[in-house]
């Protein structure tokens, strides 16, 4: 009778210390520490259960993944329940992502518009509702909804493009002129538009005086924007362009506003024959990884690294400041009207990155180790 209740009392404490495990289990399915999963249930407490919505434009671009990965590991950090979500590119898409963060109650909204002027209808709802809204990177536009707005310094970004160009075609000391094309963003997105201004506020007295020559004549805004950053209307314009402009002479600079521009311009160039001697100077923007590979290979020229760990930190801590009740830090009070106000921001600087520097600002720093760029494809 003794081993039996013995054998009954083993055998409920070995069903006590499985069921422990699997609690354990549990908890580490979601977290690869249990000790910072339970530090962060203790962290949601404290923040009262308030829940963020994050929508971001597309998974297509690797820098929207790392944007959208950084938002949400950073707020979780601070106990928030974070609800990412993408909308690839699609508008209708994001707007009933937006309703249905809104229907949830969620406590903020940290928007990326792929159509900074198309969510005025959902963006007023949150209004309506008391949601906070804060626009992340592409200004959220016709809309008083909007009550921060973080980003880099968009016309800073073209004016660091224009003067990569011209420091590196010594422009200020030619004494023959150097052909140029123009590949620009969405004109959906008002980040665009300013990275134009900047562009051309340096490069513009260089068309005038006949030292840049650009034999499309395309140089507005409006002649060279391409829409939702497309890598294959890119690739087509300059396969249009040397085609019809570049026959009998070699385009010497592709003024590109994206890395994905980039590529696209590196295909049509190799479509059209052009070798390592008559390479022409391609900009771009956001350092991805094959375009950091690109440019160790000579394949393009330089890109704007913008740290967007840097840029998700400082909209956090305004997500933060909102749900908390206090001030966010803001650095510019003048730029951004987006039709119906002027949206108190906070700017990253950005960094202009070629071969002479793309180690110590990316590699050095450890946004990329060498062996992400080298299995870049």
Known sequence: MKKRLLSVLLIGAMALSLVACGGNNSSSSSSSDGNEAAAGDEKKVESNGKKVGVAMPTQSSERWIKDGD???KQLEALGYEVDLQYAEDDIPTQQSQLETMIAQGVNCLVVAAIDSGALVNVLDQAKQANIPVIAYDRLLMDTDAVSYYASFDNEGVGRKIGEYIETKAD?????????????????DDNNAVLLHKGVMSVLQKYLDDGKLVCKSGRTSFEDTCILRWSQETAQQNCENY??????DEDLDIACSAFDGFAYGIKAALEGAGY???????????????MAVKNI???????????????LAEKCVTMVQAVLEGSEPEINDTETYDNNKLVVPSYLCEPVSLDKDNYK???IDSGYYTEDDINSAN
């Open 70 to 72: 950084n938002m949400k």
């Open 360 to 362: 110590e600002l990316v």
């Open 242 to 247: 040397l085609t019809g402009f570049y026959a």
């Open 275 to 289: 070798t390592a001697d008559n390479w022409p100077l391609i900009t771009g923007q956001d350092a991805e990884v």
């Open 171 to 187: 422009l200020a000391n030619a004494s023959e002129p150097q052909t140029i094309e123009f590949f620009m963003g969405s004109p």
């Open 296 to 310: 160790v290979e000579g394949k393009q020229t330089q890109t704007i690294f913008k740290d967007t760990s840097l």
